[in-house]
């Protein structure tokens, strides 16, 4: 009988022992999609971004301006700085548009598509083989029934955030 307690003592003392291993080990990680060498890349430029499209809609470049801001700051350790950054942004917003996407049987469109175009010229002064220039676009559709200012701020705010994640991955996240 007392064979049996010890070995219960025992049991209990080796669970005790790996619920505290266990609880002392942590692991922490971030998948922010970034594959920079910090010990090669330390700094970023972001130009600013001109709308240089036919069709303007004010606040749009300033949006694209700061939401790619937001996303290097969030998602990397780089530092900004003005001028001559190991990696360097460049571009401008070169088309917003919008098409009659399909007609309804009155004639009528009833679908309408909006369209954003943004130019990038990317240098890594690191690996210049990691250079490109490249436009990025992303798509948008709404209902011709409703005028584009009811939901223009919120389908650019989604393309926008579209086009940054691509231009983010295409630049620094090489896995």
């Known amino acids: 009988m007392d064979s049996i307690k010890i070995r219960k003592a025992g049991i209990i003392a080796t669970l005790i022992m790996t619920m505290a291993i266990i609880a002392g080990c942590t692991v922490n990680y971030k998948l922010t999609g970034a594959s920079i060498d910090y010990t090669k890349v330390k700094t970023i430029t972001l130009e600013t971004f ?3 499209a ?3 809609w004010g606040p749009m470049a300033q949006m694209f301006n700061q939401t790619l801001n937001d996303v290097f700051v969030q998602q990397t350790k780089l530092v900004q700085v003005k001028n ?5 942004f460049a571009g401008e917003i070169t088309s917003y548009d919008q098409f009659n996407k399909s007609i309804s049987s009155d004639g009528y469109s009833s679908m309408v598509q909006l369209k954003l175009t ?3 010229r990317f ?12 436009s990025f676009s992303a798509v948008r559709d709404f209902e ?14 989604q393309m926008i955030k579209e086009i940054v994640e691509s231009i983010f991955n295409a630049a620094v996240a090489n896995w």
């Open 123 to 134: 240098t890594n002064n690191t690996n210049h083989d990691e250079d490109f220039e490249r």
């Open 50 to 52: 001109q709308n240089r």
């Open 118 to 120: 943004v130019n990038v």
């Open 84 to 88: 001559g950054g190991d990696l360097q």
């Open 54 to 56: 036919a069709y303007q």
């Open 144 to 157: 011709a029934s409703q005028p584009l200012e009811s939901v223009q701020e919120e389908l650019v705010t």
